[in-house]
């Protein structure tokens, strides 16, 4: 049984101030400028048991945890959060026999928006488009379970659901007073997935290995507090991948290449319509010194087909269509040698989520 306590605080202070050119000079816009200070506090307390007996192991946890966040302005101060908040996981498992085995999870999490989204600064793309940071946005929770049976110790069968409250994703909003199409993350009132996965490995003769996944998504999302068009919008679609190793050589030279893909149909995002996208990607890995060496060579991303083949809004008065043409393909060389006896050193990673853009 383990059990502990875990208080935390933050602090992030962002301060805007504009400048207007005068002529040769720069003249302080005293009423645009913006300070802005978030405060959050938090505490939890968890406890977790594990047991097995027979067929049957598992593992339960729960945490519960209190959480306040206070936004202070020029003009005031304003409480964005002030709740408690439960979260439990889950992992069971009961062995019918070494061949069949069923497994039971259930997850949850909270995930935090980063510094740069929760910043009130604009940011200009062009003539028509701006960033803008949203610092009223919320955390954003996860629920998630799963039942998987796996058959044979390698075909897997799985259902799931998960269920996220209050979560946040960027999303545009035409203006109807100023031609500008702002992008800001917002929070949803939840988002709803369910589905089925089934993942399928095989070979082919003595050299060739390969892994087939297939995915079946149902998605609803519901937000009642975007501007004056609120959605709630379903969509069904799907996913397959597929990943090969071939053995080229065992032996003197010991060469493998790998050649993995997917394809997602089209699904959506928030008030976006999504196309579909596919990767493609390609590699070769040498093997010598008995194992202790290798040179691998990558290409990922090959027809440059990872972003959506089309993102569309068209919901209420909302219009747009945005083509990206910046995707790009990668191409690497790594070389590994392995020394005898040497042991990896262990540090404690720090958490810097909150920092990216």
Same mark, same amino acid.
């Given at each position: 049984?383990?059990?502990?306590?875990?208080?935390?605080?933050?602090?992030?202070?962002?301060?805007?101030?504009?400048?207007?050119?005068?002529?040769?000079?720069?003249?302080?816009?005293?009423?645009?400028?913006?300070?802005?200070?978030?405060?959050?506090?938090?505490?939890?307390?968890?406890?977790?048991?594990?047991?097995?007996?027979?067929?049957?192991?598992?593992?339960?946890?729960?945490?519960?945890?209190?959480?306040?966040?206070?936004?202070?302005?020029?003009?005031?101060?304003?409480?964005?959060?002030?709740?408690?908040?439960?979260?439990?996981?889950? +992992?069971?498992?009961? !062995? %019918? @026999? *070494?061949?069949? =085995?069923?497994?039971?999870?259930? &997850?949850?999490?909270?995930?935090?928006?980063?510094?740069?989204?929760?910043?009130?600064?604009?940011?200009?793309?062009?003539?028509?488009?701006?960033?803008?940071?949203?610092?009223?946005?919320?955390?954003?929770?996860?629920?998630?379970?799963?039942?998987?049976?796996?058959?044979?110790?390698?075909?897997?069968?799985?259902?799931?659901?998960?269920?996220?409250?209050?979560?946040?994703?960027?999303?545009?909003?035409?203006?109807?007073?100023?031609?500008?199409?702002?992008?800001?993350?917002?929070?949803?009132?939840?988002?709803?997935? +369910?589905?089925?996965? !089934? %993942? @399928? *490995?095989?070979? =082919?003769?003595?050299?060739?290995? &390969?892994?087939?996944?297939?995915?079946?998504?149902?998605?609803?999302?519901?937000?009642?507090?975007?501007?004056?068009?609120?959605?709630?919008?379903?969509?069904?679609?799907?996913?397959?991948?597929?990943?090969?190793?071939?053995?080229?050589?065992?032996?003197?030279?010991?060469?493998?290449?790998?050649?993995?893909?997917?394809?997602?149909?089209?699904?959506?995002?928030?008030?976006?319509?999504?196309?579909?996208?596919?990767?493609?990607?390609?590699?070769?890995?040498?093997?010598?010194?008995?194992?202790?060496?290798?040179?691998?060579?990558?290409?990922?991303? %090959?027809?440059?087909?990872?972003?959506?083949?089309?993102?569309?809004?068209?919901?209420?008065?909302?219009?747009?269509?945005?083509?990206?043409?910046?995707?790009?393909?990668?191409?690497?060389?790594?070389?590994?040698?392995?020394?005898?006896?040497?042991?990896?050193?262990?540090?404690?990673?720090?958490?810097?989520?909150?920092?990216?853009?």
């Amino acid at each position: 049984m383990n059990y502990g306590v875990n208080v935390s605080t933050t602090r992030s202070r962002s301060d805007v101030e504009y400048r207007d050119k005068i002529g040769s000079d720069y003249v302080f816009d005293d009423e645009r400028f913006r300070h802005d200070l978030q405060k959050e506090w938090g505490g939890n307390l968890f406890a977790e048991v594990s047991r097995s007996f027979g067929r049957f192991s598992g593992t339960v946890s729960l945490k519960a945890e209190y959480f306040r966040s206070d936004y202070e302005t020029l003009t005031g101060t304003t409480t964005l959060w002030d709740d408690w908040a439960f979260f439990p996981n889950a +992992s069971l498992s009961y !062995v %019918i @026999t *070494p061949s069949h =085995i069923l497994q039971f999870n259930v &997850s949850s999490d909270k995930s935090y928006p980063s510094y740069w989204s929760v910043n009130p600064q604009t940011s200009y793309i062009n003539s028509y488009s701006v960033i803008r940071g949203n610092p009223e946005l919320k955390p954003g929770r996860s629920y998630e379970g799963q039942l998987m049976y796996i058959f044979r110790q390698k075909y897997i069968f799985m259902g799931f659901v998960e269920y996220q409250p209050d979560k946040f994703t960027q999303l545009p909003y035409q203006s109807d007073d100023v031609l500008e199409n702002v992008f800001r993350f917002e929070n949803l009132d939840y988002s709803l997935s +369910s589905g089925v996965a !089934v %993942i @399928t *490995p095989f070979a =082919i003769g003595k050299r060739i290995n &390969s892994r087939v996944t297939l995915h079946g998504i149902r998605l609803q999302e519901k937000s009642s507090g975007f501007y004056d068009t609120p959605f709630n919008n379903t969509r069904v679609f799907g996913r397959v991948g597929m990943n090969n190793t071939i053995n080229i050589s065992d032996a003197k030279p010991n060469l493998k290449f790998t050649l993995d893909g997917y394809y997602v149909s089209p699904a959506q995002q928030g008030v976006y319509r999504l196309g579909y996208s596919y990767d493609v990607s390609a590699g070769l890995k040498w093997l010598f010194a008995g194992d202790k060496g290798s040179i691998s060579v990558k290409y990922d991303n %090959i027809f440059r087909s990872h972003y959506p083949s089309y993102m569309k809004v068209d919901v209420g008065n909302q219009y747009s269509n945005m083509n990206m043409y910046d995707d790009s393909s990668y191409f690497g060389v790594a070389f590994v040698w392995k020394f005898g006896g040497y042991k990896e050193k262990k540090y404690t990673k720090v958490d810097d989520s909150r920092f990216g853009k």
